[in-house]
């Protein structure tokens, strides 16, 4: 783990001298099956995340920390609480119980971007399907929000979905303001 942190340090150096001023920084690693013994995520991933984010937080304005749940998700979001990020970015799903984005921000103190189910409505709905889905998202959402996918969306989403929930998001703002 230290010569891939190591590895990974010299590219998010590069980067930042190259001009690059925040990461949307994903950790792995916690997922409720991925250790028999959930204690191997804190001697064996966490240390070496937290080298490279406190890198990418020490050296950049803006940073997104992205708790990626790709493989089967958390019973606890708790590990992740003192990771660096300005805004975090995560799935609600927490074992069986699903968060608010409200509990979400409270819990890690900070703004969170998300609400939209990467594999849900934003990847097969209507145009009308994901409206409602935005305006019930932001009708819910904590004061400070970015309306985002959970995770990484498919590399074959309708680029038109997308523009529709921000399209939709930038309605609900503007009549929110009037």
């Not at 939209?116 to 145009?127: A, F, N, P, T, Y």
């Not at 009308?128 to 309306?147: K, M, N, T």
Request: glycine residues 10%; negative net charge.
């Amino acid at each position: 783990m230290e010569i891939v942190t190591e590895s990974v340090m010299i590219f998010v150096k590069a980067c930042i001298r190259l001009g690059v001023d925040g990461f949307y920084a994903s950790t792995q690693g916690g997922e409720s099956p991925r250790f028999d013994d959930a204690a191997l995520f804190d001697t064996c991933i966490k240390p070496y995340d937290l080298t490279i984010m406190e890198e990418i937080n020490r050296a950049c304005p803006f940073n997104i920390l992205h708790v990626c749940d790709y493989h089967d998700g958390y019973d606890d979001l708790t590990p992740f609480l003192d990771y660096p990020g300005d805004v975090v970015n995560c799935s609600p799903r927490v074992g069986a119980k699903r968060l608010t984005g409200k509990e979400v921000s409270r819990q890690f103190g900070r703004p969170y971007m998300g609400g939209m189910d990467r594999k849900g409505v934003i990847v097969s709905g209507s145009k009308g399907e994901i409206e409602q889905a935005v305006g019930d998202i932001l009708r819910d959402a904590p004061d400070r929000f970015i309306l985002g996918a959970d995770c990484t969306l498919p590399g074959d989403v309708d680029w038109d979905n997308v523009r529709t929930a921000i399209a939709t998001a930038h309605r609900s703002k503007t009549s929110a303001a009037a």
